[in-house]
């Protein structure tokens, strides 16, 4: 990941606009900002959220709050809980992100 062309700057995320996202379950409320070509957000998953699509985009993924499943398409389901992140590459697994509970991510792809 090369970044460059934006100066040092702080991100208040309560004043960021929160845009709905709704999943084949649930919804995701995004707050996104973008730093050249990075999309860094902070999203927030209703309990029951089930994403409406198998993902191929890259991210890093840190859990908040909550508790994160994401399904692979080879059939592992891996768990994470706050303090947890994952790390995966563009078209390098797809994947597809549900909880029970809710769950509050700070996400950088």
């Not at 191929?56 to 706050?82: A, F, Q, S, Y």
């Not at 549900?98 to 950088?108: E, N, P």
Request: aromatic share 12%.
């Amino acid at each position: 990941m090369q970044m460059s062309g934006f100066p040092y700057r702080t991100t208040d995320w309560s004043k960021v606009e929160q845009m709905e996202y709704k999943g084949d379950r649930g919804s995701a409320y995004w707050r996104t900002q973008f730093f050249g070509d990075i999309r860094v957000r902070m999203v927030e998953y209703t309990p029951g959220y089930l994403a409406d699509h198998w993902c191929v985009k890259g991210h890093i993924v840190l859990c908040m709050e909550g508790e994160l499943r994401t399904e692979l398409k080879d059939g592992r389901t891996l768990t994470l809980g706050p303090g947890m992140s994952y790390q995966v590459a563009d078209d390098a697994e797809p994947h597809r992100s549900y909880t029970t509970v809710g769950a509050k991510l700070f996400i950088v792809d």
